[in-house]
């Protein structure tokens, strides 16, 4: 417990005034010990860098059009998919905080005859494609995935639009169970 002087003029004149004057000088130096502690706590914090980052897509994204329709299969891993609504351009985004380095993005998926091609970006810069066209049957629990784009440290969006698609497809269709991204370096 720090030890504090008081003024003479406290003592002599109003001895409750020491009391006081004691009290306010502790929790002073208590609230700055603890400031104190809570600075050297939030740097440690913010040295720590993030290696794997999992998101549920079947919870609320941060930003979505056309990304509502949550399909239950129990084929699927997960027992379920969220489902996009076929419209051309319908994206799904998530915040997400990255270290800096080397990185891959999973995403745990089908295939089927209308299902279309998903773009991936992060902070509006496209990191690669997934195709989940083919015919003639839905196959569930496929993991799509691009391997080894770069991201600087901080808070991105990902964002998986469905733009474009297979020839072949019927439709602009994406079904998503599960995203991961990895750092790999």
Same mark, same amino acid.
């Given at each position: 417990?720090?030890?504090?002087?008081?003024?003479? +003029?406290?003592?002599?004149?109003?001895?409750?005034?020491?009391?006081?004057?004691?009290?306010?000088?502790?929790?002073?130096?208590?609230?700055?010990?603890?400031?104190?502690?809570?600075?050297?706590?939030?740097?440690?914090?913010?040295?720590?860098?993030?290696?794997?980052?999992?998101?549920?897509?079947?919870?609320?994204?941060?930003?979505?059009?056309?990304? +509502?329709?949550?399909?239950?299969?129990?084929?699927?891993?997960?027992?379920?998919?969220?489902?996009?609504?076929?419209?051309?351009?319908?994206?799904?985004?998530?915040?997400?905080?990255?270290?800096?380095?080397?990185?891959?993005?999973?995403?745990?998926?089908?295939?089927?005859?209308?299902?279309?091609?998903?773009?991936?970006?992060?902070?509006?810069?496209?990191?690669?494609?997934?195709?989940?066209?083919?015919?003639?049957?839905?196959?569930?629990?496929?993991?799509?995935?691009?391997?080894?784009?770069?991201?600087?440290?901080?808070?991105?969006?990902?964002?998986?639009?469905?733009?474009?698609?297979?020839?072949?497809?019927? +439709?602009?269709?994406?079904?998503? +169970?599960?995203?991961?991204?990895?750092?790999?370096?």
């Amino acid at each position: 417990m720090p030890n504090f002087s008081l003024p003479n +003029s406290l003592t002599d004149e109003h001895p409750w005034e020491a009391q006081r004057y004691e009290v306010e000088q502790n929790f002073r130096a208590l609230k700055e010990s603890s400031l104190n502690e809570s600075n050297s706590r939030s740097a440690a914090e913010t040295n720590l860098q993030a290696w794997r980052v999992d998101i549920n897509p079947l919870t609320v994204p941060s930003t979505q059009t056309n990304w +509502s329709t949550l399909q239950v299969n129990t084929a699927q891993m997960t027992n379920g998919y969220l489902q996009s609504s076929g419209a051309q351009n319908a994206e799904i985004g998530w915040d997400v905080t990255l270290s800096a380095g080397t990185w891959s993005l999973s995403v745990l998926g089908a295939k089927s005859s209308n299902l279309g091609i998903i773009t991936a970006s992060i902070d509006g810069t496209s990191i690669g494609t997934m195709d989940q066209y083919q015919a003639p049957a839905l196959t569930p629990n496929l993991l799509f995935s691009v391997v080894g784009f770069t991201a600087t440290a901080g808070k991105k969006r990902l964002l998986l639009k469905m733009a474009t698609k297979n020839a072949s497809s019927s +439709s602009y269709f994406g079904l998503i +169970s599960v995203v991961t991204l990895q750092r790999t370096a």
